[in-house]
């Protein structure tokens, strides 16, 4: 056994423990009994306790130090770079600290919740101050000198800085604003209008689910409130959710969280269980689940197929043709919500949280002025005034439990979709004819093989340079929505 | 915080990540895709080498030289007795040897399987050998040069012996057969002819579990291939299974599942995620399935209730009354399997798997002629001979996967069942009034408050006779089955 091959086996039982612990929160969204919750928490910490033991574990230290990467070969090596990376993190943020933030931002996500159902941001600034600055104070932990934003970012979107993603979203943000504005005073497609059979919209979601390679022999597919995908390897399972007047949330919730999992599931089986046997980042993640429900998903061809389906399961729904169809799938709508947000708004939002958290790290703006700030960005980005907090400022529960860095990679990953559908287009010029046969398997097999298959063996730019042959660039994403948006509002 | 504070937390945390082991078992045997076995096989493994970790923990025995007993009260000093149990039989077996044991009966428990299959004992009969001198060699171990076989039984039942079992089975033997074989000369009542939808059997069986106290806000309902509970504390689960032709397959493992988990639901909050957190032993737990089962579930009060709610559900069924229903629901019938069979002969399968096992352990029978002990034996109990070694030797995993010393503990549940049960008519003289209106309520509080609720505070044996006011014996239960039997054969 080599320094090397001890860390693995040392690894290896850590990345199933961690498993186990996505296992627990897979439980508690969809089968726990709800008496159960506080009990839920004491074996969540248990769990919690011994990963971040075995995290600053003091052998991981000396195998690190004794093992020679230049002996390793490239999967050795990003392994090596994972491992790593964990241990500082771990072993910087002083443990006390540590403790203190989990603390704080527990109790600031039922202050938040509470704060949202009364649309009263003040009862939660206070809160938000303390997590911010304690989050602040890990950052600089982290950063070691080096900008403290960009420290938080790693976690989330590791290789990236604050200043690269400013680049691209400066670029996106005025042309996804011309575009908007043309679209809104176009004429708008027709909304369903029926209703939508429940059970037999979890029938036609798990017909999606394998049209777009999901396996279900290593996954499931259950309900839950906030639709999420858990797992990685032989076990990743993914949940959605039906609304009678709204079968399209519980369709592209499934072909969405199918992306993710798709992912997962997609990664060389010789990477199970091993630090780069995971999706590389929130925003390549992000780029798959985007791509499958959107530049797939949401396209004429695939639709026109979907089309079929629903009036197959559905009867006649009101929606005289799949033209039509692909229209009200695609319909621009106003409103103030980040998750209900069409495929061209939705950016606008993310780009927003960017800058201000941004501010916020930076102490460009104080919480105190936060609300405001929301306020006057939305009206100029969106036109329209945000009419309560629950609407604005509030409607997110990410800034509560202490979670800064992590809104851009949501862009990031729409962005990198944008960049692997032209590749993807490319490389299988007739593409939609076999969409248009409900037949996804050309472009997810182009996908797993250049994006999902590696894991976490490349960093994420490295993912998208190696699948696209181009660094990443927010132009292909804007040359995607400009032409599908003005084709289909005849701009 | 003092040593026994100490303790107590670490140990808190030792019982929520068992609690979060058996919730990934409960998982397996219900949600789980099929092919994630071989990842599910290394996040069991994880999980039960950190476990075993902390059970043979430097700090433990340290803080178990610390404490001093004297200064603790009840509830504290059972806690210790249970932690340093585990630790000294922890730390009595050596790693290799757990380790050994851990990889031969995991393997065992497949060529099992297959020579069950291909009712072929001989080739089982080799690896049975490895794991009985293997389980022996840690009974020795364990045994500090006591009795092996009584070193095995304190994992199931701390504090009995074979010796005494022996005495007690030995009483029981005759007056069993010899029921049984009047039994079987009287006529016998009718069988069930009808098929019976199965989500029909479902709701009903929900409808049974809440009958019986069964907490859904602390627990859940599914199926599985062989029903079984899971859990502790405030998340205790159970399955059950549905066969068209017998509805009493299902609604009985409901009952029986139930009283397992009534008493883990039933147990002092104040004992949550300590070592008292738990049901006490083996035999105390099937005391109290057996008790619902049987002494309740199968009560003639008890089975009118049931009856109206089965012509409820199921129309006419092709049985005229409840007095037919009773006698239809308690019919003894000839068989093999120990698991299938009724109350009546259910005894005589366990206390023949005890005198085999004690045998096979004291070297006084040799594996390869276990299988002609097992036909003779089940001959001469039972009146007829095994047809093949599937409905012998071969029907139960135990051996197998090493569980000697397990089997008794089966029929000291229903001894002990048998004393509560006379403990508990004396109490409540009208319980069948409630019974035969579907009112558990009486039966289930009174063992509730007397056996379920103290967890491990006291020793198996001390809990029935608080519970009774009397040492465990055999001749309640005997004296339950004579009479129950005899007026239903007209004896």
Redesign the interface.
């Known amino acids: 056994m080599t320094p090397y091959d001890d860390l693995m086996a040392f690894q290896?039982?850590?990345e199933?423990?961690s498993?186990?612990a996505g296992?627990?929160g897979w439980?508690q969204e969809t089968?726990?009994?709800?008496?159960?919750?506080?009990?839920?928490a004491?074996?969540m910490?248990?769990?919690q306790?011994?990963l971040h033991a075995r995290r600053v574990a003091p052998q991981v230290a000396e195998w690190l130090e004794k093992i020679d990467a230049a002996t390793l070969d490239d999967v050795g090596r990003a392994n090596l770079r994972h491992i790593r990376r964990d241990y500082d993190r771990a072993s910087r943020v002083p443990a006390a600290l540590a403790a203190r933030i989990a603390r704080v931002t527990s109790e600031a996500q039922g202050i938040w919740a509470e704060a949202r159902a009364n649309d009263d941001f003040a009862s939660f600034a206070p809160t938000l101050t303390e997590v911010i600055a304690l989050k602040r104070e890990e950052g600089q932990a982290l950063a070691a000198g080096g900008d403290v934003y960009d420290a938080m970012l790693q976690d989330y979107e590791p290789g990236t800085t604050g200043a690269e993603i400013e680049a691209m979203f400066g670029a996106m943000r005025p042309v996804m604003s011309d575009l908007r504005a043309a679209v809104r005073e176009a004429e708008a497609p027709p909304r369903l209008t029926h209703s939508f059979d429940e059970p037999a919209q979890m029938k036609l979601t798990r017909q999606l689910a394998r049209a777009f390679g999901y396996?279900?022999?290593?996954?499931?597919v259950d309900k839950a409130v906030h639709p999420f995908s858990s797992g990685s390897?032989?076990?990743v399972?993914i949940t959605t959710r039906t609304n009678e007047t709204d079968p399209f949330n519980c369709f592209y919730s499934t072909i969405h969280e199918v992306g993710h999992a798709a992912y997962e599931q997609g990664i060389d089986r010789a990477h199970?269980?091993t630090p780069v046997g995971q999706g590389v980042s929130m925003g390549v993640h992000e780029s798959q689940s985007r791509i499958y429900e959107n530049q797939i998903g949401r396209s004429r061809a695939f639709t026109g197929w979907l089309y079929g389906q629903m009036r197959e399961a559905f009867g006649d729904f009101g929606v005289a043709d799949a033209e039509t169809f692909y229209r009200v799938v695609n319909r621009v709508h106003d409103g103030y919500i980040r998750t209900e947000a069409d495929e061209l708004q939705y950016n606008l939002h993310v780009l927003m949280r960017f800058d201000l958290e941004r501010a916020l790290v930076s102490h460009d703006l104080q919480v105190a002025d936060l609300e405001a700030a929301w306020n006057d960005r939305f009206e100029a980005d969106f036109g329209y005034r945000v009419d309560r907090a629950s609407n604005g400022v509030l409607q997110d529960v990410h800034w509560s439990v202490g979670l800064l860095g992590y809104f851009p990679t949501y862009s990031l990953g729409n962005l990198y979709a944008g960049c692997l559908h032209e590749a993807l287009r490319a490389a299988i010029p007739d593409l939609d004819v076999q969409l248009a046969q409900g037949d996804t398997s050309a472009a997810t097999g182009w996908l797993r093989e250049h994006v999902q298959s590696h894991g976490g063996v490349f960093e994420p730019r490295e993912v998208i340079e190696r699948a696209t042959g181009q660094a990443p660039s927010e132009e292909p994403l804007l040359r995607y929505l400009t032409a599908k948006f003005s084709e289909l509002y005849s701009l």
């Open positions: 290896r039982e850590t199933a423990l498993q186990v296992r627990l439980d089968m726990m009994p709800r008496g159960a919750a506080p009990q839920r004491e074996e910490a248990a769990m306790s011994v396996d279900m022999s290593h996954g499931r390897g032989l076990d399972r199970l269980l």
